[in-house]
C-alpha cells in the first residue's frame, strides 16, 4: 500500500516547523497536505506544540541573560535555584518533544491511536466499521481505519482484497485507498482488489463508485455491473463480465459458456491450486455448471465426470490428462 497520504517521515516535519526543509521536501509536504484534510489539521495541532517549545527558547534567553552581580551576591541560593531552572527547563522541552511524538503516532499509527489495524493470513475474516459499514476481507488482506469517523470524510486504507457494503451517509464521502487507487462513495457495495503488479480493480455490485488515480487525478465513475481498472497508471471502465468476482466471499463458483482458461484460472483462484491442462481437446471446449461451497475433491470429480478426463492430484497441484482407452 501507498502510505503517503497518510504518514510522512518525521525529519521532513520537523525540517518544515525548524524552517530548514529543502525545496523537494516542501513539495513533498505540500502533497501531503492536500491528500487529506485530516493531515492539516494533524499539522495544525504540531504547530501549536512547537510554538511552545519556541517560548522555552526565549524563556532560555532571558535567563541566560540575568544580570550576572545579581546572580553572584546570591551565591549558593542561585547555584541551586539555577540549577533547578536548567532542569525545569530540560523537563520542558522533553515534554514538548515527548507530546510532538506522541500526537504524530497517535494520529498516524494504527493500533497506538486513533486508528485501527486488522489483518487476514490464512482464513477470510469480517468486521464493521464504527459507521455500521460491513467489510468482508479475503485472505492475505489488511485494512486500515479511523476507531470512530469524527471527521467530514470517512477514510480507510487497504491491501489486498474486501467487499464493502458502505453505510449511507449523504454527509460524509466514504473513501478507500488502495495502491494507486482512490475510491469515493456515499453507500453501495463493490469490491476491491489489489494484484501481484500493482494492478487495482474495482468492480461495483449497487450503486455509484468514483476511481481515481492519485498519481494522474484521472477519474472513472462506475455503477452497478461496471468495473474500473487502474494499471500501469491507466485507468479504464468497462461492463464487468466477471462472473466470480466476488466468489472467494459467497462460496459460489458460476460458469456459463466459459472457455476451460478461464475455468482453470478461476478455480486456481478460489481454491488456492495450480492446473497443468495436458488434454488438448479442452482447449477449444467451453464449459457450464456451478460449484457452491464444496471442496476441491468435488470439483475434480465434476470435471472428470462431465469432460471425460482424468484429473490427478499432488498436493496442490492438478495435472489433467485424457483418459486411457
Known amino acids: 500500500m501507498n502510505n503517503n497520504n497518510k ?14 526543509a529543502s525545496e523537494q521536501d516542501k513539495q513533498q509536504f505540500q502533497e501531503w497536505l492536500r491528500a487529506d484534510s485530516e493531515n492539516k489539521d494533524l499539522f495544525q495541532k504540531m504547530q501549536k506544540i512547537w510554538k511552545s517549545s519556541k517560548e522555552i527558547e526565549v524563556f532560555q534567553k532571558i535567563d541566560e541573560a540575568a544580570d550576572w552581580k545579581i546572580v553572584k551576591a546570591k551565591a549558593g541560593k542561585t547555584v541551586k535555584l539555577n540549577r533547578a531552572k536548567h532542569f525545569m527547563r530540560y523537563a520542558a ?6 507530546s510532538l511524538s506522541f500526537l504524530y503516532l497517535y494520529q498516524t499509527t494504527p493500533g497506538f491511536g486513533k486508528y485501527a489495524q486488522h489483518k487476514t493470513s490464512q482464513k477470510k475474516d469480517q468486521i464493521i466499521l464504527a459507521d455500521g459499514t460491513e467489510v468482508f476481507l479475503n485472505k492475505q488482506t489488511k485494512i486500515i481505519y ?24 449523504p454527509t460524509k464521502p466514504f473513501i478507500i485507498k488502495s495502491g494507486n487507487a482512490r475510491i469515493e462513495v456515499l453507500g453501495t457495495s463493490f469490491n476491491v482488489r489489489n494484484e501481484s503488479d500493482g494492478t487495482t480493480i474495482v468492480s461495483v455490485n ?8 492519485q498519481k494522474t487525478q484521472e477519474v472513472v465513475y462506475l455503477t452497478k455491473g461496471e468495473k474500473g481498472i487502474i494499471k500501469k497508471n491507466q485507468v479504464s471502465e468497462s461492463t464487468n463480465q466477471e462472473l466470480n468476482y466476488q466468489s472467494w466471499k459467497t462460496g459460489v463458483l458460476i460458469f456459463k459458456n466459459t472457455p476451460m482458461s478461464k475455468v482453470f484460472t478461476d478455480i ?4 488456492g491450486v ?10 477449444t471446449l467451453t464449459y457450464t455448471n456451478s460449484f457452491t461451497n464444496i471442496g476441491i475433491d468435488k ?7 462431465l469432460l471425460k478426463v482424468q484429473v490427478t492430484r499432488k498436493g496442490n497441484h492438478l495435472v489433467i490428462t485424457d483418459v486411457k482407452n
Open 206 to 213: 449497487s450503486g455509484k463508485v468514483s476511481l481515481k488515480n
Open 93 to 98: 522541552t522533553v515534554l514538548v518533544l515527548v
Open 146 to 169: 479511523p476507531k470512530s469517523f469524527d471527521s467530514k470524510i470517512r477514510n480507510v486504507e487497504m491491501e489486498g482484497e474486501a467487499y464493502f457494503q458502505v453505510k449511507p451517509d
Open 7 to 20: 504518514h510522512i517521515d518525521e525529519q521532513l516535519l520537523l525540517a518544515i516547523l525548524e524552517e530548514t
Open 274 to 283: 495450480k492446473i497443468t491442462n495436458r488434454s488438448t481437446k479442452l482447449d
Open 268 to 271: 486456481e483462484t478460489y481454491y
Open 299 to 305: 470439483v475434480i470429480d465434476e470435471l472428470e465426470l
